[in-house]
């Protein structure tokens, strides 16, 4: 998963899973991760069968452990979380690790809940965390030693973390990701040493890369207990984006883990994993296509986030058929929420105010709200359980500083300049800190915050007194030269959302009384809400947004809305000439327009009618471009009050030579008014019509 600054395109996630037990000696954080040997592939030369084993049977979910006792009853909080009763205690409660050790390195200290400086991985597992997942790339640095970034994620950095992860209790799911940088559905880059091989070459290579990775981890006591072949395979794999081609390098990872497992008598969890879980017919072909192809594996994963993925009912139905149809485990390898719209690093943020969802918020409780949300709809959906994604990847240096030089010292932020050659196209030019950092379960200092104890208690919830947590901010919207109407209540969300109600909302007169409605602008106007669930006495401050605008009158003025009744398409002979297309180069704005064509001669009207406007003066326009139409053609915009017609004729001007057509001084005494479009011209003439605009203008 990579996550990019504020200035470049929002890419998507990553994976993970249950397990297994092991104990290890720690690490020390000080020692950076090394480019060895191991970390590199070895010869291509040996071979790897290409036969794929049958479909195995689905296996029995292993045990997870929690180091700290979970609650067992309801415990005090000061946020409230809603408790799934019938949570079993193995739910995979898991957190992406993998930026860890190169935040410490940057200088970085986490703390315990009191304040205390502590290991991150105890405070996690203190709070729930029961599974760590971390990413490996084959070799994240450049020919003079150099770190790409994003953590510099190689084998010895995955012991290191591993390491630390099993000795706080949790086990350990490991993502090849099969390149040497960020691996997603927008690109699935081969490693460096990979570049030249054949399929045969790259399939045995894979192989003995997962294996010897594998190997070394288990050696070192990293409790591995799940393994993903892939990250947001969506696209590709390691180069490869031929689905027999994807198949054959996945099927030569899960032989090398099976392989090891059974030497170490372990059982590993094979899981494979796609994003975009919203698009249900997709992975469905996804999914079929690895059961043509005899994949083995156990685990479907998918990243979900929920202001990108789609809907908790959408979410449930590609889970159940995942299980159903194709007998594979779920799990929800990514997710995530932001507790604020800040920017705490200098570097943007993956997810802002523009993309916060009605049900929740940019504070800590919606952040936990989010996740306990997800975290019920996967165990309704009978899934393994939940991954939150980089939950400790926050703010390196000084927000106000440049932390560049920390960046590319020690790969805290997401790409280094490093990043460039293997990795023109997008490290090489949005290289930077994270945009993750408002989206962590710690603050900017390293303290946990209260979302981070969701996962301890998800099965029994909290006791919270009943709290504001946001509310939803109404938009006005006013005519030129209307009076402006303020809502008379807002809708106000609680930390309990079963307490959600409408209430009752006072605006601050003078600020209302400084609206100008006789010209184009915008007003942020405060109010006072009274909060009837937690005393009479508790007043909070809201606000409302005003536009004063041009209103247009016209109904689906661009037709880019698929209910179309409003307008009324007639026309000459036996077959309509027109529709209503989707095809953007052809539309003025957005995708819709109203398309004509014929090989014949053409005559049609496209219109609309009011039945109560308001009495005033009024302005039509509308968009066109066409051509092949000769000078004798008839074409013209009109409006019909009280059956009598004003119109304004318009010619052809060519492909993308749209003409503006407006008839002004339209006066409207009864409210009604019929306006339309009318066109006559001869065989093959070709056109689009688009954007019709009705304002008041007096």
Not at 31 to 45: I, N, Q
Request: aromatic share 10%; glycine share 8%.
């Amino acid at each position: 998963m990579k996550k990019k600054t504020m200035i470049t395109v929002l890419l998507a996630a990553a994976l993970s899973f249950t397990g297994c037990g092991a104990g290890a000696d720690q690490t020390s954080v000080d020692t950076p991760p090394t480019k060895t040997e191991e970390s590199t592939v070895v010869s291509p030369e040996s071979s790897v069968s290409e036969t794929v084993a049958a479909e195995p049977p689905i296996q029995t979910p292993l045990q997870t452990t929690n180091a700290f006792p979970l609650p067992t009853a309801a415990e005090d909080a000061g946020i409230y979380v809603e408790p799934i009763p019938n949570l079993s205690d193995n739910f995979i409660r898991g957190m992406d690790v993998s930026s860890i050790l190169a935040e410490e390195k940057s200088g970085v200290k986490y703390y315990s809940a009191d304040g205390k400086e502590q290991d991150v991985f105890t405070t996690m597992a203190e709070a729930g965390v029961n599974y760590a997942r971390i990413r490996i790339w084959n070799d994240p640095f450049d020919e003079n030693g150099n770190g790409y970034g994003g953590g510099n994620n190689d084998l010895a950095t995955a012991i290191a973390l591993g390491k630390r992860a099993t000795e706080n209790g949790m086990k350990v799911c490991i993502d090849f990701h099969y390149s040497d940088f960020w691996a997603d559905p927008s690109k699935q880059m081969c490693p460096k040493a990979w570049v030249d091989f054949s399929l045969e070459e790259k399939s045995n290579a894979l192989y003995e890369f997962t294996k010897d990775s594998l190997t070394q981890l288990l050696e070192n006591g990293v409790d591995v207990c799940m393994v993903q072949v892939g990250n947001e395979t969506n696209n590709g794999m390691a180069g490869e984006t031929q689905i027999p081609n994807i198949a054959k390098l996945m099927s030569s990872g899960s032989k090398a883990i099976r392989e090891v497992a059974e030497s170490y008598n372990k059982d590993i969890q094979v899981a494979l994993h796609y994003t975009n879980a919203n698009d249900y017919d997709g992975l469905d072909s996804i999914l079929y296509k690895l059961s043509s192809f005899q994949v083995d594996y156990d685990i479907f994963a998918l990243s979900y986030y929920p202001y990108w993925h789609g809907t908790f009912e959408n979410l449930q139905k590609v889970m159940a058929n995942i299980q159903d149809k194709y007998g594979k485990k779920t799990l929800i390898a990514e997710t995530a929420y932001c507790y604020t719209t800040e920017d705490t690093d200098g570097s943007g943020n993956s997810v802002s105010e523009a993309d916060l969802i009605d049900a929740y918020g940019a504070t800590v409780q919606s952040q936990s709200t989010a996740l306990r949300d997800v975290c019920a709809t996967a165990n309704d959906a009978g899934a393994l359980g939940v991954f939150y994604w980089e939950g400790a990847w926050i703010t390196v240096g000084d927000v106000n500083a440049d932390n560049s030089p920390i960046w590319e010292e020690f790969g805290s932020g997401w790409a280094s300049s490093y990043a460039a050659a293997y990795d023109p196209n997008d490290a090489g030019k949005y290289y930077g800190g994270c945009s993750w950092d408002n989206q962590a379960l710690f603050d900017a200092t390293g303290k946990p915050l209260e979302s981070l104890n969701t996962f301890k208690w998800l099965k029994y919830g909290t006791n919270a007194e009943p709290a504001i947590d946001m509310i939803n901010v109404p938009t006005v919207t006013c005519n030129i030269g209307s009076d402006v109407e303020m809502p008379e209540t807002v809708d106000v969300v609680y930390n309990n959302r079963a307490l959600n109600a409408s209430m009752p909302v006072e605006w601050y007169e003078e600020m209302v009384l400084n609206i100008d409605t006789s010209k184009v602008g915008t007003y942020e106007i405060t109010g006072r809400v009274l909060d009837e669930k937690s005393g009479s006495d508790n007043q909070t401050e809201t606000f409302c947004v005003v536009n004063v605008e041009r209103l247009n009158y016209v109904s689906n003025p661009s037709f880019e809305d698929s209910d179309t009744s409003m307008w009324k398409v007639s026309y000459e002979g036996d077959k309509n000439p027109t529709d209503f297309q989707k095809k953007e180069t052809d539309a003025h704005s957005g995708e819709y327009s109203f398309h004509f064509w014929s090989e014949s001669d053409m005559s049609f009207n496209i219109e609309q009618e009011f039945k109560d406007l308001e009495s005033g003066t009024y302005e039509l326009k509308a968009c066109f471009q066409g051509g092949d139409i000769d000078e004798s053609a008839q074409m013209e915009l009109y409006a019909n009050i009280n059956e009598t017609t004003v119109s304004d004729p318009f010619t052809a001007q060519g492909y993308a030579n749209w003409q503006e057509p407006t008839i002004s001084s339209i006066k409207v005494t009864d409210g009604t008014l019929k306006i339309g479009i009318h066109i006559q011209c001869g065989a093959k003439g070709w056109g689009t019509i688009d954007d019709f605009t009705l304002h008041k203008i007096d």
